[in-house]
């Protein structure tokens, strides 16, 4: 199964960014069912948990490094996940994947998770 991330780009510090997660053309519970996370990657660093959402939107996790400024949602009848970055920093800049989990929980360990996005890169200038 082949996620689909979008919505990355460049921009200033402090500025605000919404990447998007979809399953086109899969069936429809891959991601509706399923507890979905955003990971990012920065150069030379190792990937990293940033939000994670439970099967139905009521329950989410966030690393410290973004709690308050990024917000994780999904939309069951569009099969899409979202995430709200504002406040972005020069450190935010990575590549950022969605993958959706082999159970309906959210979860911050990527083990928890056998479908992954290619990703798209989000770079924040000081």
């Known amino acids: 199964v082949q996620l689909q991330a979008s919505g990355g780009g460049l921009v200033r510090a402090g500025g605000s960014l919404r990447l998007s997660c979809a399953a086109p053309?899969?069936?429809?519970?891959?991601?509706?069912?399923?507890?979905m996370g955003w990971f990012r990657q920065a150069p030379g660093k190792e990937r990293e948990i940033v939000a994670s959402i439970d099967w139905n939107g009521g329950s989410t996790t966030y690393s410290d490094s973004v709690k308050g400024r990024f917000t994780i949602s999904r939309d069951r009848s569009e099969n899409t996940v979202y995430l709200q970055m504002d406040s972005l920093k020069p450190e935010d800049t990575a590549v950022y994947y969605c993958?959706?989990?082999?159970?309906?929980?959210?979860?911050?360990?990527?083990?928890?998770?056998?479908?992954w996005g290619r990703g798209t890169l989000v770079t924040v200038s000081s």
């Open positions: 053309g899969r069936p429809r519970r891959i991601i509706s069912n399923n507890g």
């Open positions: 993958a959706a989990g082999r159970g309906s929980s959210a979860s911050t360990h990527s083990s928890s998770y056998n479908y």
